[in-house]
């Protein structure tokens, strides 16, 4: 995803690669084998390091991919700490349906 005029939009050449890394998962890929293929393509992971299977499942595991982003909203004291945080649902432009994001849990 990429903000444009303040709103989400979905970034194409990411896009394709997480619809790859789905596809390759529900083709029996294992986490290796796509991390390899990322790596030997140069796709950096979504915080622009390597990828692991960590890093790889959390794109597999985040319904934002499915359109079902979330906004932490946090509450803080005067002296600046947090004293209360709520997740709220943020619609997003979807990048892999639902049902192929739930065959990939």
Do not use: H
């Not at 992971?45 to 390597?50: A, C, P």
């Not at 002296?79 to 849990?105: F, G, Y």
Request: a positive charge.
């Amino acid at each position: 995803y990429k903000l444009v005029n303040k709103k989400l939009v979905i970034d194409e050449e990411k896009a394709e690669w997480v619809r790859f890394i789905y596809d390759s998962y529900l083709s029996g890929k294992s986490l290796r084998e796509i991390i390899d293929t990322l790596a030997a393509k140069r796709v950096a992971s979504v915080r622009g390091k390597k990828w692991t299977k960590v890093s790889l499942a959390l794109v597999l595991k985040n319904p934002t991919y499915k359109g079902e982003g979330m906004v932490c909203v946090r509450t803080r004291d005067i002296n600046r700490k947090i004293i209360d945080k709520k997740e709220i649902p943020s619609p997003c432009p979807v990048i892999i349906d639902a049902a192929t994001w739930e065959k990939a849990q």
